[in-house]
């Protein structure tokens, strides 16, 4: 009997391997596959297309004697966390052995760069526009607009960045793709450096990742052949959350401090080593493959307004059903927190989402009805970012929260800008005297004057985005600051 | 693996800087005032910028840690499924060095840890207190 258990960091975390040891050692052929990414069910044991989980080694004698009725949730492709997702970008999660390129060739692997190769690089990159893929790493910037200009500058050298630096807390996606269907990524940067006449790749995986650092380091090996005249090198971060912002990214990469850079020179036209450089997130370029093997038009038939396609969305923090939700921009807010995550995992109340990570903001309920979408994001004071939500609950105290943007943002600021550098620091301070209840109006306001200064002053979005959560906590939650008053 | 082998292994390749950090502290456990100098003349870089590198990671040591170290992830999804009731509910192990790690990936499954490679999730106060008992 066949039995299927995902081998990513998050199943092994839940204990997946010592339910694997447990099948083997019944005399089980267990096959280790990627996560279908039912975060609550994990470890997710699946035999025959059926899934039991959360599984733990006591209940595997049960499952194998056709019992656990409990654990049991009936085929998963049917489950309704699945079926009423559209997974492009996640077209493999939970079918495929991560590293078996006989199941990423039989699910279409390599389709996508054949396509490439076959119409050249004006037409990919013509391609990449009309299907209006924007960049998934938080800024939103079309893909394809980036390729064209870096396909249009001049060098003998230019490069391909992959940026895995994935610090937002509530995201996971670039992880799972990582760990999960590794080749579909390198895939994607083969297409690009086909498409901007780049020969050599990086990928920046961060530290926290040694698992998803494993299994690119044996993708890029076992492909090599595949992608030549292509090459892909893996490197690591050394945690430095700032180093996921890609002028910083392309300085650590060169060996420097994560120090951000000005802007311009674009990193399209100077970018790693001064030279032309595409710096694209895990999902961008992991969506690329789909985009050439099925047409822009498929892929731009997903979607609303300017955010074209799929966003794999990533529920995550106090929540019921959490995980990865891939579908079709437009979903409201409210119905990936409640409908699709179930509400709050605790079964208290929700009281708000922080929506894009840490530097993103945090949303009442009353704008649940939010539509997930890159403007009707920004038309509520927030931001999608990299489409990690993390669900609070009642307990939580808004003040706190708004303080720890703040302290974030001093402990990882890379020091190049003043408001960035200086103003967190005092950011601290001040909401420090608003926890103690010192003259709360008055450093409240000092507070909306400081995220004005961070917000137009700083170099990049660390500083520059700290404001959201910030203010986005004062704005909604107010009583949990003028609470504290002892005036 | 001596330092010169570090280096020697890096040889020719772009922005080595990072990978022979990585790999002389992965060798030595930090990184020392000796290495920064090696490195900085091998690498035809000053001191000061070797050190500058070296002090921006919060992944780099300058002093050897000899206790096993816990990296508890402190991030907002972690926060809100519970983990700072968890440190404050942490019995204080003198044995073991707890660090602040911001997001490992695991925010739907926190609280989440990691010791060296391993990861563990869906922590509490008696799995967290086994987890640090055990290294």
Not at chain 1, 16 to 29: E, P, R, W
Not at chain 1, 245 to 259: D, I, V, Y
Not at chain 1, 423 to 434: A, F, I, Q
Request: net charge negative.
């Amino acid at each position: 009997m066949k039995v299927r258990i995902s081998d990513d960091a998050l199943a092994i975390a839940c204990g997946a391997d010592a339910v694997a040891k447990a099948f083997t050692d019944a005399g089980s052929d267990v096959e280790r596959v990627s996560s279908w990414g039912m975060h609550w069910l994990e470890p997710l044991v699946e035999i025959n297309g059926i899934g039991f989980g959360p599984v733990t080694p006591a209940d595997v004698a049960d499952i194998l004697a056709g019992g656990a009725d409990t654990l049991c949730i009936g085929p998963i492709a049917a489950h309704p966390f699945i079926a009423r997702q559209q997974r492009l970008t996640f077209a493999r999660a939970g079918k495929t052995r991560p590293l078996d390129l006989d199941d990423y060739y039989a699910t279409g692997g390599w389709q996508g760069l054949a396509k490439a190769r076959e119409i050249g690089p004006s037409a990919s990159i013509e391609a990449l526009i009309t299907s209006g893929l924007r960049g998934r790493g938080g800024a939103g910037f079309p893909a394809g607009i980036k390729w064209r200009t870096v396909a249009g500058a001049q060098s003998p050298q230019k490069y391909i960045v992959c940026n895995a630096d994935e610090g937002d807390s509530g995201t996971f996606a670039d992880r799972m793709v990582m760990e999960g269907d590794p080749y579909v990524l390198i895939e994607g940067m083969a297409i690009a450096g086909h498409a901007v006449g780049a020969s050599k790749g990086y990928v920046y995986i961060r530290s926290e990742y040694p698992h998803a650092i494993a299994k690119m380091e044996a993708a890029v090996k076992a492909c090599a052949h595949l992608i030549a005249p292509f090459d892909v090198e893996i490197r690591v971060g050394a945690g430095a959350y700032v180093c996921g912002e890609e002028t910083s990214l392309l300085n650590s990469l060169e060996g420097k401090r994560g120090e951000v850079r000005a802007k311009p020179p674009l990193p399209a036209l100077e970018g790693l080593f001064g030279k032309p450089t595409v710096v694209n997130n895990v999902l961008t370029l992991a969506t690329v493959p789909w985009v050439l093997a099925n047409g822009a038009e498929a892929y731009a038939a997903y979607g609303m307004g300017r955010s074209r396609g799929t966003m794999p969305i990533q529920i995550a923090g106090n929540v019921k059903y959490g995980g990865l939700f891939e579908t079709a921009f437009g979903i409201t807010l409210g119905e990936l927190v409640n409908d699709i995550g179930g509400g709050s995992g605790s079964g208290r109340q929700v009281r708000c989402v922080q929506v894009g990570g840490p530097l993103g903001a945090y949303h009442p309920p009353s704008q649940f009805d939010t539509p997930f979408d890159y403007e009707a994001f920004t038309g509520v004071d927030g931001l999608i970012g990299h489409g990690g939500l993390v669900v609070f609950d009642e307990t939580v105290d808004m003040a706190s929260q708004a303080r720890f943007a703040m302290e974030f943002c001093a402990a990882e600021s890379c020091g190049k800008c003043t408001p960035c550098r200086l103003g967190s620091t005092r950011g601290t301070e001040t909401l420090d005297r608003v926890l103690a209840g010192e003259n709360v109006d008055a450093n409240l306001a000092l507070i909306e004057d400081l995220c004005d200064t961070m917000k137009f002053g700083s170099l990049c979005a660390l500083g520059g985005f700290t404001p959201y959560p910030v203010l986005s906590a004062i704005t909604h939650f107010r009583e949990d600051f003028v609470v504290r008053n002892k005036a | 693996m001596s330092l010169a082998d570090i280096l020697a292994r890096h040889k020719g390749r772009e922005g080595p800087l990072l990978p022979i950090l990585h790999d002389v502290q992965a060798e030595f456990g930090h990184v020392s005032e000796d290495a920064i100098r090696t490195i900085a003349s091998d690498l035809n870089l000053t001191r000061a910028e070797v050190h500058g590198v070296v002090s921006f990671y919060h992944d780099y040591r300058s002093t050897p840690e000899p206790r096993p170290v816990i990296k508890l992830c402190r991030a907002e999804a972690c926060q809100a499924r519970g983990v700072e009731a968890l440190v404050s509910a942490m019995t204080p192990n003198p044995a073991v060095k707890v660090e602040t790690v911001y997001c490992l990936g695991l925010c739907s499954v926190g609280p989440a840890a990691m010791v060296g490679t391993g990861v563990y999730a869906r922590l509490d106060s008696a799995k967290l207190e086994m987890l640090v008992k055990s290294l």
